[in-house]
């Protein structure tokens, strides 16, 4: 209940600072920013385990250390937006948003009931799309706040069906009765798909996925990468609560499920990101090839399999926020967002390069960067079932995905320019972001450790 | 002595690299990191003929054992026998002489250092482990570098050859990777190879397992008909790029084929024996008569190394000590002299600006040390007795007609035929370039070699004569854990 707490709190003062004299952005974003990270850090401590208000809401080390990661993403999006942040009209606005989503994130992942459970993750959406349209004089802007709340809305829709359908089969809402009563009949299953699907709207799974691209191409960076970042892990984490504890049953009928939905994001995912030359859109495409693979994790369906999932979030985290980070930089400096823009980068920028290429590395998985590993594990958890042609499919996908992250690399260090992007003035806060991005792509991998620890919470 | 040395030496190195500014510096840091590499790699085969003289029978010696990950069973854990210790030789002294041949790079010099040490890192590891998972690691590490290499300093149609090069290598270690999950599960858990070497895996699963592996591996190797990045990825990666791509790039698919499918996976490895038997005998020639067609000389250089490399599959696939021998002196040989050759080839191309056979001439009249070299190192090619080239080649002939029937003697003869062919296109080649009357008057007035390049021309040569001249410390090195191999195909 701590980290809920201490982000109501913040929501509040924002709230107050609000109400009060204004005070320039310049002034308000550093403090902001330390409330964050002070969030963050005191995510670590005085956890405790156990339930609240006849089991609505329970906790334990490992939703607390999801919690964390969750923080530190809200953290490091407050320090890699600097630029736009600074130049909003709306500051203290935008805050009170994301971290009332970031709320709902924190009661979802400990929700121990359907009915907090459809209201955090109401809480989690609604705002985000009120963020999308923060670009006010955008068109694009808008269009996408558009597209997000119709879309979720409809999802929100299936969903309380499927949870109507859920209660009228079972008689409960508790999360710890329903495994008991989960009978598999026919209904149950048609209840469980609507459930299902609703995630795979927010996690966009294809074919749930129509709406990303458009969505992460018109909001700004900021939101983009709160969506594709901390939001995406939320429902990850949530998904695996779910699937493995309520749904536990169920588990040869949603394994093929996962397999064929993960074979299916990976491959179009993969394909799609191959022809877009924005680069949100690319990295929108390149995070549905992403959730694939996390599905590959999660149709481990063992303890070690959330572990790894819980890992590769954390990796995917901090690789997907340094390119967001750079993407934001140069966006914001100078308004290109092409790909083709990017060529001859390293020329002017060699840090932007740098950190660009090591992030993209991590996506696509390869060594010695985070997510060599985070994609070893999850291949590894995901084999345990002897699926081979899965596995082959995967590692087949891997390919493709290179394809596509060394086109970005190339257009960076290889293509030549005749007006290459000048040289940048990166501001220190973001300059602090894409440095513990860049450390922890290179030594969350080779330090073992952090997974035992993450096995360690079960 | 403690196996960590040998991966802190270029690690160190590397981030030297990253710290100092200017070109001199970091030409010399490399240049010394690389030195020291050597020479803790000779006192690592010094250590080891100590210890195999004093009858120290374990399989693999000074072994290190850290565990990474529990969870997983994943241990860093590396240790050495005699194929190690011969390859990590053999890495060391392409890495001395590709930095040295790379002296006069002025564009990014900085970047290009540290790729070719983080490229002989990834070389160096991958020799040491003897985990799966850390040997997989390393393998691909060393695969962005060369992408880098190839795009940035390349020439001629470079953003293809590194494309292709990129993926080719990566649906390698695609390969590799299913096979090596499949090995995890059947283990029980299981990355360590000596602990999946004890193991009886039943024949069907290691007949569905070891093409994944062998066919991973090959890639890297230039197995046919997975070789098609080779020519494109050679000629059109700079000098020291070509040096280490088929000095001990390739090496690294021949003897992750050798040690993880033939190894651990013997049933699979008879089973499949006369497919590779096949496919090596058709590089071999196919590899030999394409060179034939080429003027380029560095097309000409990689298409036979196809045809070189060829000679190391095949002896491999025949399952006898002295074949797998012969297998390995040919992959050792082979690196020396391909990375002298395209050092040569560099050169020659520094100062004249064309690779073409037909546009060259008379340049031992003015570059009589790079033309001898040229010399001696095409020789080596076609096998002249003295050099390496003749010993590693006999070692494989002789093991490969050991076996005493209709096909493998077919194989072998073909193979054996190749020989012609090289001699043809070697001299052809060396002849036009070096010989006749200079053809163009600009070339007159080209300089020899400067310092850096006798440097690196010279280890180069050390090793080609040394084991020319002396090959069974060689041999000695590698019969021993040969015999291990061919041991547990036998099913002692």
């Known amino acids: 209940m701590k980290t809920e707490l201490i982000v109501t709190i913040i929501i509040f003062l924002l709230l107050f600072i609000k109400l009060g004299k204004d005070i320039k952005n310049e002034q308000l974003l550093p403090f902001i920013q330390f409330v964050l990270l002070v969030n963050f850090i005191a995510s670590f401590f005085y956890n405790v385990d156990g339930s609240l208000f006849g089991d609505m809401f329970y906790t334990n080390s490992l939703i607390a250390f999801e919690k964390s990661i969750l923080s530190l993403g809200v953290y490091l999006i407050s320090l890699l937006s600097t630029d736009w942040l600074k130049k909003t009209s709306h500051l203290p606005e935008f805050f009170i948003l994301m971290l009332s989503a970031l709320l709902g994130m924190c009661l979802l992942l400990s929700s121990g009931n359907l009915l907090i459970f459809y209201l955090s993750l109401e809480l989690a959406t609604i705002p985000i799309a009120a963020m999308s349209n923060f670009d006010l004089i955008k068109k694009r802007s808008s269009e996408a706040a558009m597209k997000m709340i119709l879309s979720s809305a409809f999802s929100s829709g299936i969903l309380l069906f499927g949870i109507s359908l859920i209660y009228g089969i079972t008689g409960t809402i508790v999360f710890a009765e329903l495994p008991k009563l989960a009978d598999g009949s026919s209904l149950f299953i048609m209840a469980f798909v609507f459930l299902f699907s609703s995630f795979a709207f927010k996690l966009s799974i294809v074919p749930f996925h129509l709406w990303t691209a458009d969505v992460y191409e018109g909001s700004p960076i900021a939101v983009t990468s709160f969506l594709s970042v901390v939001s995406k892990a939320a429902i990850a984490f949530v998904l695996l609560t779910v699937l493995s504890g309520v749904f536990q049953p169920l588990q040869d009928i949603w394994y093929v499920l996962i397999v064929v939905l993960s074979v299916a994001s990976m491959l179009i995912g993969n394909l799609f990101a191959l022809r877009q030359e924005n680069i949100k859109r690319f990295l929108a495409f390149s995070s549905i090839a992403q959730v694939g693979f996390i599905l590959v994790g999660v149709s481990g369906n063992s303890n070690i399999g959330i572990s790894s999932v819980v890992y590769f979030m954390l990796i995917y985290m901090v690789s997907n926020l340094a390119a967001f980070g750079v993407a934001s930089v140069i966006s914001e400096q100078t308004g290109k967002e092409n790909i083709s823009d990017y060529k001859g980068l390293y020329k002017n920028n060699p840090l932007l390069g740098w950190v660009l290429a090591l992030a993209l590395f991590s996506l696509a998985g390869i060594p010695p960067t985070a997510g060599f590993f985070g994609k070893l594990y999850l291949l590894t958890t995901g084999g345990s079932k002897g699926s081979y042609l899965f596995i082959s499919i995967a590692a087949l996908n891997m390919i493709i995905s290179l394809f596509y992250y060394l086109r970005v690399v190339r257009a960076v260090f290889i293509d030549k320019n005749n007006q290459p992007i000048e040289k940048l003035t990166i501001q220190l806060p973001v300059k602090l972001a894409l440095f513990v991005c860049s450390v922890s792509i290179v030594l969350l991998g080779i330090m073992g450790w952090i997974f035992d620890y993450i096995e360690s919470l079960h | ?492």
């Open chain 2, 1 to 492: 002595m403690n196996l960590l040395l040998l991966l802190g030496i270029p690690l160190l190195t590397g981030l030297l690299v990253l710290l100092v500014s200017t070109k001199v510096q970091v030409r010399w840091v490399s240049f010394v990191g690389a030195t020291a590499q050597l020479i803790a790699s000779f006192l690592l085969f010094f250590a080891f003929r100590t210890e195999i003289a004093d009858q120290n029978t374990a399989q693999f010696l000074f072994e290190v054992d850290y565990t990474l990950i529990e969870s997983f069973n994943i241990h860093f854990h590396l240790g050495v026998d005699g194929i190690s210790v011969a390859m990590i030789l053999l890495t060391s002294f392409v890495v001395v002489a590709g930095i040295l041949v790379s002296w006069n790079i002025e564009k990014m010099t900085k970047e290009f250092y540290f790729l070719l040490i983080l490229l002989s890192l990834g070389a160096y590891g991958f020799f040491l482990s003897l985990d799966l998972f850390v040997l997989f690691f390393f393998l691909e590490m060393a695969v962005i570098p060369k992408y880098l290499l190839i795009g940035i300093w390349g020439s001629g149609k470079k953003d293809y050859s590194a494309n292709k090069l990129a993926l080719m290598l990566m649906g390698g270690s695609a390969l590799i990777l299913v096979g090596m999950l499949g090995l995890y599960f059947i283990g029980g858990h299981e990355f360590n190879i000596v602990h999946l070497s004890k193991l009886t895996i039943s024949t069907d699963y290691q007949h569905l397992i070891f093409p994944f592996l062998f066919l991973g591996f090959g890639v890297f190797t230039a197995l046919f008909p997975f070789h098609t990045w080779v020519p494109d990825g050679h000629s059109s990666a700079p000098t020291a790029g070509s040096m280490f791509l088929a000095g001990i790039s390739m090496k690294l698919g021949g003897y992750g084929c050798l040690r993880v499918a033939i190894y651990l996976l013997p049933e699979g490895a008879k089973e499949y024996a006369h497919i590779i038997i096949v496919l090596s005998s058709i590089a071999i020639l196919y590899g030999a008569f394409v060179t034939m067609m080429q003027k380029d000389l560095k097309y000409m250089n990689a298409y036979s190394s196809i045809s070189h490399v060829g000679f190391s599959l095949l002896a491999m696939a025949m399952l006898t000590q002295t074949a797998i021998t012969g297998a390995l002196m040919q992959m050792i040989s082979h690196g020396l002299m391909t990375a002298l050759f395209f050092a040569v080839i560099g050169m020659i191309y520094d100062r004249t600006h064309t690779r073409m056979v037909d546009e060259m001439g008379g340049l031992m009249k003015t570059m009589p040390f790079i033309t001898t070299v040229l010399f001696l190192v095409g020789f080596c090619s076609l096998g002249l007795p003295g050099l390496s080239g003749f010993v590693a080649e006999m070692t494989v002939f002789v093991g490969s007609w050991q076996v005493d029937d209709w096909f493998h003697r077919a194989a072998t003869i073909a193979a054996i035929m190749s020989i012609v062919v090289t001699a043809v296109y070697i001299l052809r080649a060396i002849g036009s370039t070096a010989m006749g009357p200079i053809k163009n008057p600009s070339f007159a007035t080209l300089k020899d070699a400067t310092w850096n390049e006798k440097l690196a021309a010279v280890i180069l040569l050390i090793g080609i004569i040394g084991i020319g001249i002396a090959p069974s410390w060689l041999s000695n090195l590698l019969k021993p854990a040969a015999e291990i191999i061919t041991n547990r195909i036998m099913g002692k």
